[in-house]
């Protein structure tokens, strides 16, 4: 399987400034734990993709400035990060995606996906799926319980030709995100394929759900 470099999307777990939905419900102090807790799950499921030299890891920090983000990345164990900055969610993917093009072309690295740290069922399977289904596949989505996404993968044709389209004209945090994404490629012939659901932690009816 052709490597791809993995972007893991991360807030800093900082009290009273992660998971706000959440906190209304089980206070600010007990969802900055969960946010934690669901960081460093992400973490080590794909920290052991890593060492079988499948993908390379960049985690892209927004909460913190550069210096505490580096000192962060450090701790979790990741060499390569970058600030989120500005914008909304496609902003801000697209913007990992200029970023890390150099890098990319150095290491010969094709593919690229996205993932947040919302998810205690992420394993390593769903990640071992997203690459094998890239070798035949443009865009690859994992439909959350939201109606958004909680992976995205992009292979080379959709990064060199089409990068606008996963991004643009999207109602961020709305139900309509993955038709959004989907309607965006429409007119072009691109195949696409779907994992499986999963449910992103956002609020208490989410913890509720997984039970």
Not at 44 to 68: C, F, P, R
Not at 74 to 87: A, H, R, T
Not at 132 to 156: A, V
Request: charged share 25%.
């Amino acid at each position: 399987m052709d490597r791809a470099l993995l972007i893991i999307m991360a807030k800093w777990h900082g009290f009273g400034r992660c998971k706000t939905r959440l906190s209304k419900d089980i206070g600010k102090s007990n969802s900055a734990k969960i946010q934690s807790m669901m960081t460093k799950h992400t973490i080590s499921v794909v920290k052991s993709l890593q060492e079988s030299k499948l993908i390379d890891i960049s985690i892209a920090i927004s909460g913190l400035g550069k210096k505490n983000c580096r000192r962060w990345s450090e701790e979790l164990g990741i060499k390569k990060f970058n600030l989120q900055g500005k914008g909304c969610l496609g902003e801000k993917m697209k913007r990992q995606i200029i970023i890390n093009k150099k890098f990319c072309a150095q290491q010969k690295i094709k593919n690229i996906i996205f993932i947040g740290t919302d998810l205690p069922d992420l394993c390593q399977q769903d990640l071992l799926n997203t690459l094998r289904e890239l070798q035949q596949n443009d865009l690859i989505l994992g439909p959350s319980n939201d109606g958004g996404y909680w992976l995205i993968g992009l292979s080379d044709k959709v990064i060199s030709t089409y990068l606008n389209l996963p991004f643009i004209n999207i109602k961020w945090s709305t139900h309509n995100v993955i038709q959004n994404t989907i309607d965006n490629f429409a007119s072009i012939k691109l195949k696409y394929k779907f994992l499986n659901k999963k449910i992103d932690i956002d609020t208490i009816l989410d913890i509720e759900e997984r039970k």
